[in-house]
T-cell receptor, first 116, second 111 residues
């Protein structure tokens, strides 16, 4: 299993440009998430999905969009990049354990984005 | 989900046990305590979780007080590779697994 993979690893965008951060998982997990982490801070949830075709906003969704057409893929779209979106972006997936209804999240390696 | 309080930093000698405390005094009955760690800007890594019983796995042990208002993560024989930010997170079963990260505890393991 490759786990959770993210592309690209690094990207520099100019203000106003758009891009899509790719996330793929091969563990057949229903739940997927996008977080961002600013320097010296904890991660903040941007969007999440509980299954194909179902997405919902997290704590900091403004400036982003997501889609979930398959179980495996959960891309994050930045439409008009702004300097405030300079951050490290982490994708994650999880399942609900049948034994105790708990969650264990698996994270990707992250995408480091700079907007100038 | 309940809020957690952790010390900002801790030190530990290599080979000794690292005991990381977490306060979650507002935890409710159906909320679990989870621990994750993040090594030098890598993606966070799941360590362990528990509801009210003590738990142990190959990475760590989790001790939860009887009133469930606090817990301690124990790394029994810390190594330099355990230097990381450790996050204690409380999460309910209806939360769809959405994690809320605080500042965590920076654990530094010294030779």
């Amino acid at each position: 299993n490759a786990g959770v993979t993210q592309t690209p690893k690094f990207r520099i965008l100019k203000i106003g440009q758009s891009m899509t951060l790719q996330c793929t998982q091969d563990m057949n997990h229903n739940y997927m998430y996008w977080y961002r982490q600013d320097p010296g801070m904890g991660l903040k949830l941007i969007y999440y999905s509980v299954g194909a075709g179902i997405t919902d906003k997290g704590e900091v969704p403004n400036g982003y969009n997501v889609s979930r057409s398959t179980t495996e893929d959960f891309p994050l779209r930045l439409e008009l990049a702004a300097p405030s979106q300079t951050s490290v972006y982490f994708c994650a997936s999880s399942y609900i354990a049948r034994s105790d209804s708990s969650y264990e999240q698996y994270f990707g390696p992250g995408t480091r984005l700079t907007v100038t | 989900d309940a809020k957690t309080t952790q010390p900002p930093s801790m030190d530990c000698a290599e080979g000794r046990a690292a005991n990381l405390p977490c306060n979650h005094s507002t935890i409710s009955g159906n909320e679990y305590v989870y621990w994750y760690r993040q090594i030098h800007s890598q993606g966070p890594q799941y360590i362990i979780h528990g509801l009210k019983n003590n738990e142990t796995n190959e990475m760590a042990s989790l001790i939860i007080t009887e009133d469930r208002k606090s817990s301690t993560l124990i790394l029994p024989h810390a190594t330099l590779r355990d230097t990381a930010v450790y996050y204690c997170i409380v999460l309910g079963g209806t939360s769809y697994g959405k994690l809320t990260f605080g500042q965590g505890t920076i654990l530094t393991v010294h030779p």
